[in-house]
Each structure stands twice: as structure tokens, then as C-alpha cells.
């Protein structure tokens, strides 16, 4: 079966970091298929490298590209914005996507689990945003997606550090917002709350229980009654992405089989 490449983002060239595995490389797969290039960056620099050889692969040599990116390492940031940007002629896309979650209530949780959630999820985004923008500038109209989370807007008594850490994404998005408007830039920035969804990110849990009982146990919790795919978060990363969003910023999808409705 021939599969037609789509055009709802041609043309843009996006750079997503978590592109291993997972969510990121779900988005960077979709972003790809509706005709976008992608730079996928990620810590596990042989994953990412896996991942745009496939989409290569499919779409023809020069659709991705891998780099190597720990996103709480501001020079790392720099570096590889850089490259990207050499390598696609330009960013106009930006999807904060890498992030970790580690277990422990308040009085369990280590403070250097609390410092490296913070650092990944939150600096991320920071250090991304911050050097991205003059790329993103040069590129308009520009698009920040920020992985968020259905815990950033509702607490649980077991993950102060990913509660609060995706929480602050959430505020940051909407102030960086706010910032790229001010300036009367087409930059606009939203993030993304999903709930638990199909990635690796569920195998601590899936350890402890096994797979089935682990998704049943988190399913009971989603008024849908199962967890989501990675589809569904590729799919809203699309939609922020292409120009169908331009009048959306400062804004958050929530895709949480209706958790959040309660
Ligand atoms: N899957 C879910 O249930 C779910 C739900 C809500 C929000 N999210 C969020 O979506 C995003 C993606 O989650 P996922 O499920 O794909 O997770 P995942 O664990 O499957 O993938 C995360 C990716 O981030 C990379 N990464 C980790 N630390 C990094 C660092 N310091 N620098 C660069 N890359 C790093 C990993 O190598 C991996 O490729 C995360 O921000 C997560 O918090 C996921």
C-alpha cells in the first residue's frame, strides 16, 4: 500500500527533543508524514538516530536528522539549535517534549530527585525557549509546543516534584505567550496535557504490576476506560504545529480521556 505524504505542516521544520522513543518520536513520525522535516533530539543519541533513519526511510534521506541533547545543559542547547538549524535551514517548530517523573511523596522524595525532575522538565523548556527564539523569529510563523500533563493542572499525594514541575510548564507556556505577542512576533507558544498514555514511561509501574494489571489500574481512573495512544498526543502536536492553530497561543489541550471533566 502506497501511504501519500499529507501537506498539513510543509514546509515547517520542526525540532523535538524526547525523539527516542515515546511521545517525541510519535510527534516527529506524524510531523514528518503532513510533510514537515524534524530534528530529533534526545539524550539517547542511538534511539533518536533509530528513529530518523526509519522516518528517512519513508520519506526520503534529509526528512530528519538526529542530534545529541541533554536539555538541561544550556551549552548542549546552543550547540545542537545550531546544528538543526543548518541542517533544515531554519526551526519554525519548537516541541519541548523530554521529561521524567520519579516516585515519592513529600516526605519520601529525595532532594535530588526533586532537583533533576525540576531540571528536565521545567530548565528544559526554559533554556529551549530562550535559545530557540531568534531561530524561530527568523522563521515566522513559529510554533512552541510544551509537553505538559493532566498532573500539571490536578495534584496527586505521591509526585510533588512532577506535579509541580509540569505545572510550571503549564504558567511558563502562557507567559511565553504573552512575551512573543507583546512583541507583535507570530511566534505562538501552548502546551499539552495529556494522561497516562502507551510510552515507556509507564514501565516503572508496569514492573510492579505487570502490564495488564498496570494499564487496567490506571484506566479505572479515565472516565474513557483506557489509556490514551501515543496518536492522540502526535495528533495535537500537528494541530499546534500547522498553521490551523494560528490563532490559538497561551492556550492548553487537555487529552485526558475526561479525567479533568470530574
Ligand atoms: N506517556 C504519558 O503517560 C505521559 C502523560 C503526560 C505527560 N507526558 C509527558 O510527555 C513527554 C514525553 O513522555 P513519554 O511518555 O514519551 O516519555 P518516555 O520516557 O517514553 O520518553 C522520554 C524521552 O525523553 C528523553 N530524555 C529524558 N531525559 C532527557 C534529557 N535530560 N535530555 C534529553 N532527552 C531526555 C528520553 O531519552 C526519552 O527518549 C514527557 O514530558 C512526559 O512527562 C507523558
Given at each position: 500500500m502506497t501511504v501519500t505524504r499529507g501537506v498539513r505542516v510543509a514546509g515547517k521544520k520542526a525540532f523535538i527533543t524526547?525523539?527516542?522513543?515515546?511521545l517525541g518520536a510519535a510527534a516527529a513520525r506524524r510531523l514528518a508524514q503532513e510533510g514537515a522535516t524534524v530534528a530529533l533530539a534526545d539524550i539517547n543519541i542511538d534511539g533518536a538516530r533509530r528513529v530518523a533513519a526509519e522516518i528517512d526511510a519513508v520519506w526520503g534521506e534529509g526528512t530528519a536528522f538526529a542530534f545529541p541533547l541533554d536539555v538541561t545543559k544550556e551549552a548542549q542547547w546552543t550547540f545542537a539549535l545550531e546544528e538543526a538549524d543548518a541542517a533544515m535551514s531554519g526551526i519554525s517548530v519548537l516541541v519541548n517534549n523530554a521529561g521524567i517523573s520519579r516516585g515519592g511523596n513529600i516526605e519520601q522524595l529525595s532532594l535530588d530527585d526533586w532537583k533533576l525532575v525540576m531540571s528536565v522538565n521545567v530548565d528544559s523548556v526554559f533554556l529551549g525557549t530562550k535559545h530557540a527564539m531568534k531561530y524561530l523569529r527568523a522563521n515566522e510563523p513559529g510554533s512552541i509546543i510544551n509537553l505538559s500533563s493532566i498532573a500539571g493542572l490536578i495534584a496527586a499525594h505521591n509526585s510533588p516534584a512532577y506535579n509541580a514541575s509540569k505545572a510550571a510548564v503549564w504558567l511558563l507556556s502562557k507567559g511565553i505567550a504573552l512575551h512573543c505577542a507583546k512583541q507583535g512576533l507570530d511566534i505562538r507558544s501552548n502546551s499539552i496535557h495529556p494522561t497516562?498514555?502507551?510510552?515507556?514511561?509507564?514501565d516503572s509501574l508496569r514492573q510492579i504490576f505487570g502490564k495488564d494489571e498496570a494499564d487496567a489500574k490506571l484506566a479505572r481512573q479515565i472516565p474513557l476506560g483506557h489509556i490514551g495512544e501515543p496518536a492522540d498526543i502526535a495528533n495535537a502536536v500537528l494541530y499546534l504545529a500547522s498553521d490551523e492553530s494560528k490563532f490559538m497561543t497561551g492556550a492548553e489541550m487537555k487529552l485526558d480521556g475526561g479525567i479533568s471533566a470530574m
Open positions: 524526547g525523539a527516542a522513543q515515546g497516562f498514555i502507551d510510552t515507556p514511561i509507564l
